[in-house]
């Protein structure tokens, strides 16, 4: 059963870089597609962006401009980077694996709070 | 890119059944899309894979009480039996070359 968990700081002050990193266990980061999505306060879902095991990254056009989402194999471990963060970005952040195009295990989800 | 439009909330009654939709937009109605449960406080839960000829996928664990079908543009989530612990928001979710999209999610309310 492949698991995922984030990890990273709850707290990130306004104009700085949000840093998280996702591990998997159960299984290997070496296949498939691997997401970040993010959920705000009382909102909906909002797909951040993905990555292959190998290959480029494809983003949500209104994130495009601030965020990186890479992946480590040797760690198994894929990771995302938001920057010049302001109180928008306050949300839950899930990572999550794609299996032929849609979402097939979730994080459990941590949340990051953009405040001075 | 295609749009998921669902329904903001249901009701249903403890035991009976409830059929919740996602409407592809036009131009999409042949996509396969995914249904999520987010229960109040956890993070979502994978459920199924709908594809556009009705047959679906349920991930590991799920009951047999969720079930999936398909009409043209909509795909539908069916819930038999209703019990407390479905009191949930449900979310759809497809993909396409370059994005993903989430409808807006259901509220569903147990009576």
């Known amino acids: 059963q492949v698991q995922l968990q984030e990890s990273g700081p709850g707290l990130v002050k306004p104009s700085e870089t949000l840093s998280l990193t996702c591990t998997v266990s159960?299984?290997?980061?070496?296949?498939?597609?691997w997401s970040w999505i993010r959920q705000p306060p009382g909102k909906g879902l909002e797909w951040v962006g993905y990555?292959?095991?190998?290959?480029?990254?494809t983003y949500n056009p209104s994130l495009k401009s601030r965020v990186i989402i890479s992946v480590d194999t040797s760690k198994n471990q894929f990771s995302l980077r938001l920057s010049s963060v302001t109180a928008a970005d306050t949300a839950v952040y899930y990572c999550?694996?794609?299996?032929?195009?849609?979402?097939?295990?979730w994080g459990q989800g941590t949340l990051v709070t953009v405040s001075s | 890119q295609p749009v998921l439009t669902q329904s903001s909330s249901a009701s249903a009654s403890l035991g009976s059944s409830v059929k919740l939709t996602c409407t592809l937009s036009s131009g999409h109605s042949s996509y396969i899309i995914a249904w999520h449960q987010q229960q109040p406080g956890k993070a979502p839960r994978y459920l199924m894979k709908?594809?556009?000829?009705?047959?679906?996928n349920r991930g590991s664990g799920v009951p047999d009480r969720f079930s999936g079908s398909s009409s043209g543009a909509d795909r539908y989530l069916t819930i038999s039996n209703l019990q407390s612990e479905d009191e949930a928001d449900y979310y759809c979710?497809?993909?396409?070359?370059?994005?993903?999209?989430f409808g807006g999610g259901t509220s569903l309310t147990v009576l």
């Open positions: 979710e497809t993909w396409d070359s370059d994005t993903q999209v």
């Open positions: 159960g299984g290997s980061i070496s296949s498939n597609y």
């Open positions: 709908i594809e556009g000829n009705g047959s679906y």
């Open positions: 999550a694996r794609l299996q032929t195009g849609t979402i097939s295990y």
């Open positions: 990555v292959p095991y190998s290959g480029s990254t």
